[in-house]
């Protein structure tokens, strides 16, 4: 069976043509200049922007003209991601899709179902003309997948709707309303070189590994723990039995990750090794028991190593410990209004020594504006209590919960209409283009929805085209109401 055979054949038929597209992340000019070619088709006005971002406009069909203007809007960007071995230049060439009837997937290569669903149900949209709707500003944006650059980027003096329907979500019969905001805080502590003698000190390595680890934001709230703050309660415990110096932290590596992984290279006064050791023995002892059911897979080490031709000072290694083991970290706050959600997290990532400072990168994120400011300002000041201070990068606004929304609640009317049931209305504590929006034009009243996908960004991504059909009529429903 081919995909452009598949029902709903108005939506599969442009799935399948731009399926042919290659449109991996910075790679979007084809496919920008293939939505300008259909509104230019279709008669209808069309822009597009330095960044690939393409609005095209669709004017109401007739007895809507009257009605409020509504946002369809998805990204043109897929990620490329393919089996090993498989000979393909996705850069230049088209995924071949495949389809049993029951799902869609690509031969050996991601399928781009995210987001091309959305683009394919939007220009069957525009090219029917039977479907009523009120005036449509379809917003295709470049790039998300990479860092949201389409939406950072787009005019929205250009938009003229305060409702936005984003058709990024993989599960049917979720109805998403709010996404968490962040802010990565670089705190310093600085501290002075030392060299330690050999004839009076000697070092050692310290590594925690083998935990789960995951996704900072959609897994902070499994209570997984972060190496970095378990190597930092075993330093602490060392090193109030003993004069320890640190000389040096690895392990993690990304701040949107919970590390799995982290060691320390520390050395301690020859006539201290015993009793260094000897707590070490104790504390782990102590730290694996109380946490063998969360992280059964967790292992701690002590081994000799060479000593280190630097060291920190004693000042500066008890400040760097006191925050490694200290730094607020994990789920700060829960949501009341949306049961399981976090409403305030932290994720200490990334750890780097320098030569005269060491740098701790955590990742706050908030799905309200004022608790990441709140959660920045104790951040700020605990690393400045402990002699350091904090610089912030890459900063993202949330997608606030509407305790009033109109658009929610249609949305919610008119899937408990099709489906005889109530949907399940969703928040999400990471980043979707809706919090760019919601950065740009504070009153865009906004949801996310989407078919059932799985496997997403993997070569086992799949679309399943009975939830395509459904999540169809539900949109074509919604917008008769709008
Ligand atoms: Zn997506």
Known sequence: MLVSEL????????????????????????IARYCMEFAEEQGLEAIKDEYNNVVIYAPATAGYEDREPVILQGHLDMVCEKEPGLVLDMEHEAITVRTDGKKVWAKGTTLGGDDGIAVAYILALLASDDIPHPPIEAVFTSDEETGMFGARGLDFSKLNSRRLINIDSEEEGFICVSCAGGVRACCRIPFEQQKPSPTEYCAYEVSVCGLQGGHSGMEIDKNRENAFLVLGSLLTDIEKKSSLCLADISGGGKDNVIPKSASAVFCVPKDEANIAEQEFDRYKRLICDELSIVEPGLTIKLEKTTLPEAVMDRIGSRRVIYVLSHIPNGVERMNTEVAGLVQCSLNLGIVNVHADHVTFRTLIRSNTTDGKEILLDKVRDFIEFAGGDVVTESDYPAWEYRRNSALRELMIDEFEKQYGRKPEVTAIHAGLECGIFAGKVPDMDMVSIGPDMTGVHTPEEMLDVASVG?????IKGVLSRM
């Open 7 to 30: 029902q709903p054949g108005e939506v599969f038929q442009y799935f399948n043509i731009i399926s042919s597209v290659p449109r991996g992340s910075g790679n979007t000019a084809r």
């Open 470 to 474: 459904r999540t169809w009529e539900y």
